[in-house]
Nanobody, 114 residues
Framework: QVQLVESGGGLVQPGGSLRLSCVCS????????MSWYRQVPGKERELVALINSIGDILYSDDVKGRFTISRDNAKNTVFLQMNSLKPEDTAVYYCKARSFIEYWGQGTQVTVSS
């Protein structure tokens, strides 16, 4: 049974920080590229950050310098540290695992508002 369990979302003020976690099970985590996406209702889901199986990292231009993706293979967990949050970061954030096939988490709501 494949599971991607996300946590860490919530309400935060502009300029604040949140740390999202995605704990995975049911597949060989260390061989999968892990990524974070976000989606606002009515808009396309967009890639936020990716870390592949050897540690190469990519960020969306919108979050570069503010967000940090990392992974702990011993804990089958991928993290997204989000700093200097802006209202436009408000979205449902999803983690995704991909190798030959892909798996998605259920998403966690992040709301940035004063």
């Amino acid at each position: 049974q494949v599971q991607l369990v996300e946590s860490g979302g919530g309400l935060v003020q502009p300029g604040g920080s949140l740390r999202l976690s995605c704990v995975c099970s049911g597949f060989t985590f260390s061989t999968y590229a892990m990524s974070w996406y976000r989606q606002v209702p009515g808009k396309e889901r967009e890639l936020v950050a990716l870390i592949n199986s050897i540690g190469d990292i990519l960020y969306s231009d919108d979050v570069k310098g503010r967000f940090t993706i990392s992974r702990d293979n011993a804990k089958n967990t991928v993290f997204l540290q989000m700093n200097s949050l802006k209202p436009e970061d408000t979205a449902v954030y999803y983690c995704k695992a991909r190798s030959f096939i892909e798996y998605w988490g259920q998403g966690t709501q992040v709301t940035v508002s004063s």
